[in-house]
Every structure is written in structure tokens, then in C-alpha cells.
């Protein structure tokens, strides 16, 4: 216990994020427009490519990128930052989010110059929206066991790959251009982690369909898609192949750690404070204020933490784990505390903008858990990182 807990070693924002902060500030109030809290409780999911165009020119997208690639040779200090205050005002972030924290990385880490010099500008310039195909059916959040399989083929009479199977639940796909998959290239599902490669998908491909899967809440968020011999030019392989398991997993650090598992609730929860101001009923909830507080203070506390060690060039696998699983927790309690605060008195009178952000989060909260990995898949990390597996 000592070991994974000694793991997170207090560490703050340097100094310089402030005034960058402010900066982030300043460029929302001037450029977002004042929407009602269940608009912006859509943050997380939010896909508007007019507004990442825009997040863009200011050099906001692919931060962490090098400048050679376009990007803006910013730490992952500043990122967080970023992240924080985008998720905060309720910004649509979807577009860009997952080529900006993982697609853009992995490409830079593992790919070859060529896929360098051909993705990351577009990035950068928000004119390449990427998506994650990890997730199968019958296989959920148990990659090893992913059954989509690419297999050696003659292009043209050049070499290349033939791609087959299907991806399910996989984010804004339909708005995307690029899938990265993570795939089988050689032997059988029973063998795990061994012989999986990750490609880049150009969506637009013959053979690539997508069909959109409609959520509680009557939104499209999600997609299963199709590969019906796909074929992949030998330049759509990342890293080598077979080395797909290591590659992902130092790409999933960087997917469970941000602020984006820990303020996927905050719009209503700031919401339902500043509705409370207006009542003689926030004495009532001041207790359950402070928690919340509290428990936010720690969980950002803990994710500034693996930032660090992000920044350091570590790969904190377990430690994202332990921060995505208890954020997960934080997430979802809030609709339910709202919830259950508004039943107190049910004669009360009810901001109509609050009852409507609060049945949006409630539809949406039981997703939290499954988006980045079940909660069964970092309970079982963790305990392996405590010994207990």
C-alpha cells in the first residue's frame, strides 16, 4: 500500500501556468458565448469543429506539440491548465481533445517522421479529428482480447494490410478523420497482449462504415464501426509491429489522469451553488459544499501529480488508474447528491436551467465509469499495483 501511495508526491502548477491561465480566461470570455448550464454540462462530449478552428489559431491545439510540427512546445503543466478551464466554462472540447492528449503524442512518441510531418501540423490546425478504436464487442475494456485483425496483403504490388472486424463505442467517430485501432497482426485472441499493432485508419477509406448509437440523453456520441477489408498502405502501421500493448498502455496514462476525469460534473455542480446563493436553503447544504470541495481539492491535487511525472517522461500507469477510478466516483455522486437535495423539499420551486442540466448528467453519469477503461479494469490494475494480484 505504502509503495503506490508513496507514488503521489505532492507537486504543484509552476508558476508560469498562472498567467497563462489568465490568458485562457480572457480568450473564453471574448470568444464563448454565455450558454445555459445543460448546454455546457455537454462539455465533455461537445463536438463543434468552428470552435477548435478557433482554439487553434491560437496555438491551443496540440500544445505539447513542437513547434517544428506545428505545435506550441507547451508542457503538460499547461495543458492541464488549459483543460481545466475549457471543461470549467463548459467549452465543446470533443473535436480536438483526443488528437491534442493522445493521438498527437503517440504519433510524436512512436511514429515515423513521415507520419510526423503528415499528422501533427493538421492537428495543430484542427483540420485532422482523430478517434480511439480500443473498444470490441464481446471484448470490452479487455484489449488483450481484441479480434479486429489486419493481415499482410499486396497493394498495387507494394505491401500493405488488409483490415477486418469492427470497433464499438468509439467517441464522435462519425465527425472523425482518422481512427488509431488497435488491432491483431498476428496469432490468436488467446494469446493476450502478444502479437497486437496499432494503425492509423483513414476513415474515409472503402470498407470503413460507421453506424452512430443513440444514448439516453438523445444524443450520438458514440459509434460501432465497420472494417470490411480495409485496405492499409504499409505507412498506416505506428511503431513496429506487435509492439501495439506497450504503445497503448503509455498512451492510456495519459487518457485517465487529466482534468477530464474529474470535472465532468462540475458545471452542474457550480450550477447548483449559484442557484443555491439565491435561497435561504444554502445553509441547509454547506456540509455536503464542503465535501464536494474537499474531495475535488484532492482528486486534482492527485492528478497534478501524475502530470508531473507525465512531464518527467514516466509512464504512471497505476497512479492514472487510482486518480480515473476515484474520479469516476466524484463524477457520478454529484447528479445523484443534486438529486436527492432537490427531493428535500419538493414543493420548492426548481431553476428550470438546473432541472434540466441535472437530467442531463443523471442520463449521462453511469457512462463515466465506462469511457477510459470499466471500473472492473483499473480495480484490477491497482491491486496488481498493490501486489495483490
Known sequence: MNNLLSAFRFAALPAGTNSFRAEVKAFLQSSFEPMPADIRARSWMGFNAAFSK??????WVGVTLPAQYGGASLDAFSRFVLVEELLAAGAPVSAHWIADRQSGPLILKFGTEAQRQFYLPKICAAEAFFCIGMSEPNAGSDLASVGTRATRCQIDGSSGWRLNGRKIWTTNAQHCHYMIAL?????????????????IVDLALPGVT???????????HFSEVFFDNVLLTDDALIGHEGSGWAQVNAELAFERSGP????????LLEHWITCLRKTPAVSVHAATIG?????????????IAVTAKLVNGESPLV?????KDIGTEFEQSIPSVI???????????????????????SQMAPTYSLRG???EILRGMIARGLGLR
Open 339 to 361: 438529486e436527492a437535495a432537490l427531493a428535500m423539499d419538493p414543493d420548492a420551486l426548481v431553476d428550470a436551467e438546473l432541472y434540466r442540466a441535472v437530467a442531463y448528467v
Open 183 to 199: 488491432v491483431r497482426s498476428s496469432g490468436e485472441p488467446q494469446d493476450r497482449q502478444k502479437g497486437l499493432s496499432q494503425f
Open 319 to 323: 497512479e492514472a488508474a487510482l486518480v
Open 54 to 59: 478557433k482554439l487553434a489559431a491560437r496555438g
Open 210 to 220: 460507421m453506424r452512430p448509437i443513440r444514448d439516453l440523453a438523445g444524443d450520438a
Open 373 to 375: 477503461g470499466t471500473r
Open 291 to 303: 465535501r464536494f470541495a474537499t474531495h475535488l481539492a484532492t482528486l486534482r491535487n492527485m492528478s
Open 260 to 267: 477530464e476525469r474529474v470535472y465532468s460534473s462540475i458545471v
